[in-house]
């Protein structure tokens, strides 16, 4: 089992930046994969980015260039540090670790608000 708990989430005037967290505890030994979502009112969830172990990392075109996803592995944490936000920015950004045992688990956290103002 691995618990997921995202921070760092709130009001925002556009142009502004946000930095979000996402602590994971229990069983983090065989996380291979962690990744930020998010989901607007009405919309469907979608991936803004994701980060492997080893570094690799995948944006959503509409973050590109404007968000960046990093990961202590030490501290069990991931990160997603937003510049430059914009309105449509805003959703409930949710953290995901994808667990590699024998099979594939996904586990999510509780997901944390992100408003931008215009």
């Known amino acids: 089992q691995v618990q997921l708990v995202e921070s760092g989430g709130g009001l925002v005037q556009a142009g502004g930046s946000l930095r979000l967290s996402c602590a994971a505890s229990g069983s983090t030994f065989n996380i291979e994969t962690m990744a930020w979502y998010r989901q607007a009112p009405g919309k469907q969830r979608e991936l803004v980015a994701s980060?492997?172990?080893?570094?690799?990392?995948n944006y959503a075109d509409s973050v590109k260039g404007r968000f960046t996803i990093s990961r202590d592995n030490a501290k069990k944490t991931a990160y997603l540090q937003m510049n430059s936000l914009k309105p449509e920015d805003t959703a409930v950004y949710y953290c995901?670790?994808?667990?590699?045992?024998?099979?594939?688990?996904?586990?999510w956290g509780q997901g944390t608000h992100v408003t931008v103002s215009s």
């Open positions: 980060i492997t172990r080893g570094g690799n990392t």
């Open positions: 995901n670790a994808v667990v590699v045992v024998v099979a594939t688990r996904a586990y």
